[in-house]
């Protein structure tokens, strides 16, 4: 089994795209990698959680590289799949949302099948290794 960890960008404003972004990484290694990333968190000047454009109010440059450099350090070590993927809401509002079942009438639920579909693409091309 498969679990990811996807954040979006654009969905609080009328952006002309949507994006959705993440990490996809095995069961059986997800729980090590979240240990370790929420260790890395806690390191040095702790964070509850990361986010890039309200994390580091107040941090020097030098604090924000240092944490950076950890949580990094944690990606680096599992090897997670990154995905990522957007559309254009306005295509989305005149395209599919009218041609949509009421209850998938959300982007989120194109934009989903198409990150597991491009992973699973590329997993089976073994374009996506497992961590070492």
Same mark, same amino acid.
């Given at each position: %089994?498969?679990?990811?960890?996807?954040?979006?960008?654009?969905?609080?404003?009328? =952006?002309?795209?949507?994006? @959705? +972004? *993440?990490? $996809?990484?095995?069961?059986?290694?997800?729980?090590?990698?979240?240990?370790?990333?929420?260790?890395?968190?806690?390191?040095?000047?702790?964070?509850?959680?990361?986010? %890039?454009?309200?994390?580091?109010?107040?941090?020097?440059?030098?604090?924000?590289? =240092?944490?950076?450099?950890? @949580? +990094? *350090?944690? $990606?680096?070590?599992?090897?997670?799949?990154?995905?990522?993927?957007?559309?254009?809401?306005?295509?989305?509002?005149?395209?599919?949302?009218?041609?949509?079942?009421?209850?998938?009438?959300?982007?989120?639920?194109?934009?989903?099948?198409?990150?597991?579909?491009?992973?699973?693409?590329?997993?089976?091309?073994?374009?996506?290794?497992?961590?070492?």
């Amino acid at each position: %089994m498969l679990i990811a960890y996807v954040d979006d960008s654009g969905s609080h404003v009328e =952006e002309r795209r949507l994006f @959705l +972004a *993440g990490y $996809i990484l095995e069961e059986d290694l997800w729980q090590s990698f979240n240990f370790d990333w929420l260790t890395a968190l806690k390191e040095c000047k702790s964070l509850a959680s990361l986010h %890039m454009t309200q994390s580091f109010n107040g941090w020097t440059y030098d604090e924000r590289a =240092e944490k950076l450099r950890l @949580l +990094a *350090g944690v $990606i680096n070590k599992y090897r997670p799949a990154s995905v990522e993927v957007s559309l254009s809401t306005r295509d989305f509002r005149e395209i599919l949302a009218p041609n949509s079942p009421y209850d998938l009438r959300h982007p989120y639920f194109s934009m989903l099948l198409r990150l597991y579909g491009h992973y699973s693409s590329a997993r089976s091309q073994a374009r996506v290794a497992r961590p070492h």
